[in-house]
């Protein structure tokens, strides 16, 4: 008897506990399709929450301590590069002043132009009417620009001067390119020639106009008829009695190494049978690389005068130049 009376009540038990289950998943599931029906919100219990928050734990764990591993990658992922040695490539205050320095230098060089071009101006006529070919009174404007600007900011030193044709001698100058200030460097020779450059530097206001007062010439690089234009214009030069300078390399080099010659330059001098004078040019990569003048790096720069060599045939002159230059930079580097 009391052992059905204890059967009894066990299985009341059971059964309530079973019903409290049921009402509460009941209960449960009706209140998410209430939810669902008001909106589509879920209800978070408290499991919920800490399903969700161990997790997170984790990641916020190793997000805040990479290893280094996991920092060598993400640096290789984003692509990005280390910039060369120097004051600029060092990055910090050296980096800084690399960049104010090349604003300072810039600033100064186009300040200095205002007004020496305003005297060129009023020369001009006068130059163009007496002495259209070399214009030796305005290159003369030129020289003390460059010479001025640069020696403000950083030395360029010239060497083998004496081997120079004089001012009013017909001459090729050749030269290795890789940085804005080749133009400059070259300038200090105090020569009247006259360079080849892309016409759109001839639009740079002050600097262009005085370009194209002093008699430099413009090229469309992509035009195969602007190229025959400027070599004919080359020759007729020469053949007046005035210098040019080229950079045989055709574009300055992105890495300061010197790149193959073209041709062009020294057949203008194998046909008009005149000097061509190779110069090297030292150390303005390093104070100023190519696709980097927003930089100018202390130091200086060297420019190597050799001595004239003069044939008709272009090749031979064209690789005696390159050698020459090449061998010049390896020495001096």
């Known amino acids: 008897m009391l052992a059905t009376s204890t059967a009894r ?80 490539g060092t990055g910090g205050n050296a980096g800084l002043v690399a960049r104010v320095r090349a604003i300072a230098f810039f600033v100064t060089s186009f300040t200095l132009a205002v007004p020496l071009i305003m005297i060129m101006a009023i020369i001009f006529p006068f130059q163009y009417a007496f002495d259209r070919t070399r214009r030796r009174a305005l ?48 300038f200090h ?6 360079f080849v450059s892309k016409t759109s530097n001839f639009l740079i206001p002050v600097v262009g ?19 025959l234009e400027v ?11 005035g210098s040019v300078l080229f950079f045989p390399e055709g574009t300055r080099s992105a890495d300061g190494k010197m790149q193959a010659f073209k041709k062009g330059a020294f057949s203008v001098a194998a046909k008009e049978n005149v000097p061509v004078v190779p110069v090297t040019i030292v150390g303005a990569h390093e104070a100023m690389a190519s696709g980097k003048e927003y930089a100018l790096n202390a130091g200086g ?10 044939s008709t045939d272009a090749d031979d002159l064209c690789k005696r130049s390159e050698a020459i230059i090449k061998e010049s930079l390896v020495n001096n580097s």
């Open 9 to 88: 009540a066990s299985a009341v038990s059971v059964a309530r506990r079973d019903g409290a289950r049921a009402g509460r998943s009941t209960a449960t599931a009706t209140a998410t399709r209430s939810l669902s029906a008001r909106g589509g919100r879920r209800t978070t219990t408290t499991n919920d929450v800490a399903r969700e928050r161990r997790p997170r734990s984790l990641v916020v764990k190793n997000a805040s301590a990479p290893s280094r591993g996991s920092r060598t990658t993400a640096r290789a992922t984003s692509g990005t590069v280390a910039t060369p040695e120097g004051d600029e």
């Open 189 to 194: 020779l105090r020569r009247p020639f006259k």
């Open 301 to 310: 720069i060297k420019v190597i005068v050799h001595p004239p060599i003069q």
């Open 139 to 186: 290159s003369f404007f030129n020289d003390v620009w460059a010479t001025v600007s640069t020696g403000l900011f950083f030395p360029i030193e010239v060497v083998g001067r004496e081997n120079l044709p004089s001012a009013t001698t017909a001459a090729v100058y050749v030269a290795n390119h890789a940085s804005f200030m080749d133009i400059y460097s070259m």
């Open 231 to 241: 070599l004919k214009t080359c020759r007729e030069m020469l053949a007046d009695g």
């Open 209 to 227: 106009w005085s370009m194209y007062l002093t008699g430099h010439i413009p090229l469309k690089r992509m035009e195969r008829r602007s190229q």
